[in-house]
């Protein structure tokens, strides 16, 4: 665990120990080549691909699950509006036979027969199907009352679902172009649940809670991602199996070789009726009564059989049948018997055909989901009616995207080209000393609030300027974070050092305002606000109004700050620095892990939260999380809420968690049994799986370097998380030319994530690492006197272009490296390092 200055309570130091176990290479190797920076992940591959499918076929996608989930209880939804047709009461009369039902129907309609379909089930109607007609591919059908023989009223709503099945299964195109079509969209289907696996796929897989758990109290974007993608993993299996089964109706040849496999002999295409073309024997007129005696004397217990009348002399009368006590609906057995004798000449139960062929009969069952029953059926219904669910927000999430990226881009056009936002007038600087982000965003919102007010101004970092370059402005309005206790942010140290010069230019004629951004639990409350204050007014510059100081995002202070904002504009001037108070989001504990049991520096934990899905951070960012009591209650006195703590990432989206390094403090007489608020809360209160308060904070001034440079990463103790997390971002872009140098007390016991540093030692990810224990031998050595004795390969590295990461506590280490960085490349080298972004610190 790290702990951001400006929001963060004070931490235990950790011990950052040097010593016996060293591990290295005799210089920085050459690494392999890595892909070009403008190339992107493989994950971000996938997810572009993800995004650009849901949003152009999952339109489309939509109609298709609504149509089949429309006609998944096609049949139940038929009787319900048809009460009496498929089924009449039951009658202790005999019904009447296959023979007797044909000659009705053939009478009646004055059409051939072609088939008969009977149903065990006493009072259900029998079914009976006609020769298409000319033109035709399909004959007409009619129920028939199984005592009278009187044709059934027509079902109404047949149509409709007949429609709607001709609409999920080829969107009312032609035919064969239709299904085409829709199996490109079963394609598009799977790619987009096979894809959201691969992005959402957790670094623990094991966790079932990370796949399945949705948490309802999530808002706005987060509530968003958590839906989409817990759902889309609840639906996962699912879309798999109909979009594979799907596939077999949409392509010939997929179908073919699939029944090939099966032994099943070729489909012969279906020919619409040519009728009078040519001259074509009449249908004999067949006996069916002594062919159904045959039938039920040699499959006893069917539920349903059809049963397909000769078209030509000699020909036997077909079965097709389904037993009671088949495992589903297409589980069908075939069986020919000569109408003559009643003599089987071909008996096929579904038990006795071959697996292939049985494995083919179930595809069906499987699409509408009756393989498993009336569980399974409803299952399919729901993830059919989910599509849209997705559709919708997979569509509002892109373009939250999109316009995150529009505020994104303007945000930086303010920055560019000059940075002067209005083309006329002298303009007001607003500059910022930010090391979070924070100031930075607060002097952005500041500026576009006074340029709407009509008041031309310039936007810099102190970072980009000297101090003589503030004489050209007559106003200045001012952000200044304070880093640590009372210090400049680590890319305006060499401002405030050439200000605190005795060659620092004069600044009368200079108004300024200053907002100082800090953290009242820092005994130099906005210590360097303060400092920048006298100083700037000790070279004559004078108020435009009194400094203002911001307890972390203190509303009152803010409004005071937007205030002071429109009295200089003479502008009435919208609220700054709202956007700061976003909600914190529900995140659960999922583990925690004790790393160092034994060690003389306090128990070190690993803990794992999950929160919402495919929620995104860059490598360095923070998690500001407000702890609880021992007891679970919130607030030090019942009316505030604790004070949020910041700890350093030690992982990234990919890995499934977000895991942070947390050291246990300790406090004698403290509340809560001695524990620290936050640590305590983290390491031993909050019960596994409880809800934690969590939101992302970026951390731009520890921004990861994912081009092909090297890079030196130092830290100590919980300074691990932050290191973690690039070394991982490093790994899966391919950038090898890494040297870490991390310090702790004792190697028996304090070998933090030892398994995973060896292994991208061993695997060149690492070239070089530098491990030291303080409390092994006599001699303490610490990582700062490693990186001491290790001068002239770190003037190598740095001739390279290399960037260095510390991340850790503040006093002991990071000043110890701060000097040795000093010595070694002097004041004007270590200026120029921290100028040009290649000294990048997050400590406590």
């Known amino acids: 665990m790290t702990s951001h200055t400006i929001a963060t309570g004070p931490q235990q130091r950790a011990a950052n120990a040097p010593s016996a176990d060293t591990v290295q290479h005799p210089a920085p190797p050459a690494t392999r080549r890595a892909p070009p920076a403008w190339l992107p992940s493989w994950k971000q591959v996938w997810f572009q691909l993800h995004w650009f499918i849901g949003i152009t076929a999952g339109t489309v996608l939509m109609i298709i699950g609504l ?80 005592y009278t023989g009187a044709i059934q009223p027509e079902m109404q709503g047949a149509h409709f679902f007949e429609w709607a099945e001709s609409l999920h299964r080829w969107l009312l195109l032609p035919r064969a172009p239709g299904r085409q079509v829709a199996g490109a969209l079963a394609l598009c289907l799977l790619g987009l649940a096979l894809s959201g696996l ?49 596939l077999y109706w949409s392509y010939d040849f997929i179908r073919d070789n699939v029944d090939a496999w099966a032994g099943r002999p070729p489909r012969v295409a279906q020919a619409p009726n040519q009728g009078g073309k040519g001259k074509k024997a009449p249908a004999p007129q067949v006996e069916l009564a002594t062919a159904w005696r045959s039938f039920n004397q040699h499959a006893p217990g069917w539920t349903l059989t059809t049963m397909r009348l000769p078209t030509r002399a000699g020909e036997t009368v077909q079965f097709t049948w389904v037993a009671a006590d088949a495992p589903h609906e297409r589980a069908r057995s075939s069986m020919a018997i000569n109408p003559q004798d009643g003599s089987v000449t071909e008996n096929k139960p579904h038990a006795s055909q071959g697996l292939g062929s049985r494995l083919v009969s179930i595809i069906y069952p499987l699409h509408m989901g009756t393989y498993f029953g009336l569980a399974g059926r409803i299952i399919v219904t729901l993830a059919s009616l989910a599509l849209p669910l997705f559709g919708i927000t997979g569509w509002m999430l892109y373009l939250g995207r999109r316009k995150a990226k529009r505020a994104v881009k303007a945000q930086r056009a303010m920055l560019g080209g000059g940075e002067v936002l209005a083309a006329t007038g002298m303009p007001t600087l607003v500059a910022y000393a930010s090391q979070s982000g924070q100031a930075e965003r607060l002097a952005l919102e500041s500026a576009r609030a006074l340029q709407q007010a009509g008041v031309p101004v310039a936007v810099r970092a102190l970072d980009q300027i000297d101090p003589g370059e503030l004489r050209q402005y007559e106003q200045a309005l001012i952000v200044a974070s304070t880093f640590g206790e009372g210090e400049a942010p680590d890319g305006t140290r060499r401002f405030a050092r050439l200000l605190d010069e005795a060659a620092a230019p004069s600044l009368a004629g200079l108004q300024f305002g200053l907002l100082a951004l800090g953290d009242r639990h820092y005994t130099q409350f906005c210590g360097f606000g303060h400092a920048l204050d006298a100083r700037l007014r000790a070279l004559g510059a004078t108020h435009l109004f009194p400094l203002i100081e911001v307890d972390r995002h203190d509303p009152v202070a803010l409004d005071a700050w937007s205030q002071a904002l429109a009295r200089t504009s003479g502008s009435a001037i ?80 990919r890995d499934g968690q977000l895991q942070l390094l947390v050291r246990q403090e300790r406090h004698a007489g403290a509340s809560n049994g001695g524990y620290g608020v936050a640590s305590g809360w983290l390491t031993q209160f909050a019960p596994l799986g409880s809800a934690l308060r969590l939101r992302l904070q970026a951390n731009p001034a520890f921004a990861p370097c994912l081009d092909d440079l090297p890079c030196i990463y130092i830290g100590n103790g919980s300074g691990l998380a932050g290191l973690r997390s690039h070394l991982r971002a490093r790994q899966h872009a391919g950038l090898a030319h890494n040297w870490l140098l991390f310090g702790e007390r004792q190697q028996a016991v304090d070998s933090l994530c030892a398994q995973e540093l060896e292994g991208w030692l061993h695997s060149g990810h690492l070239a070089r690492l530098d491990r030291t224990y303080s409390r092994d031998g006599d001699a303490h050595e610490y990582v700062q006197h490693r990186l001491r004795q290790q001068a002239g390969l770190l003037r190598d590295w740095l001739a390279q272009g290399a960037l260095i990461y510390v991340c850790g506590s503040l006093q002991g280490m990071a000043g110890g490296v701060d000097a040795v960085l000093l010595e070694v490349l002097g004041q004007d080298g270590l200026d120029a390092l921290t100028a040009q972004g290649r000294y990048r610190r997050d400590v406590y």
């Open 198 to 246: 691969y992005l959402r796929w957790p670094r623990r897989p094991l966790d079932w809670r990370t796949w399945l758990t949705f948490d309802p109290a999530l808002k706005g974007r987060s509530f968003l991602w958590n839906l989409h993608a817990v759902a889309g993993t609840w639906c996962l299996v699912v879309y798999v199996m109909l979009t594979l089964t799907g």
């Open 574 to 653: 919208d609220a700054i620095g709202r956007q700061e108070e976003a909600s914190y989001d529900s995140w659960r504990l999922v583990s925690r892990t004790l790393l160092n049991p034994g060690s003389q520096g306090g128990a070190l934990f690993e803990i794992a939260l999950a929160g919402p899905a495919e929620v995104d951070w860059q490598a360095g960012a923070l998690a500001e999380i407000i702890a609880c009591n021992a007891d679970g209650s919130e607030g030090e006195d019942g009316s505030t809420p604790h004070a949020p703590r910041s700890y350093s990432l030690a992982s990234l989206p």
């Open 67 to 146: 149509s089949g989930a429309t006609i998944s209880f096609k049949d139940e939804l038929l009787d319900l509006m048809n009460p009496g047709v498929r089924h009449v009461p039951v009658e202790t009369r005999a019904a009447l036979t296959p023979d007797q039902l044909s000659q009705v129907a053939a009478a009646a309609h004055g059409q051939r027969v072609a088939s008969v379909t009977m149903y065990a089930e006493a009072g259900a109607a029998p079914r009976v199907f006609f020769a298409p007609k000319p033109g035709e591919r399909r004959g007409e059908s009619v129920y028939l009352h199984p």
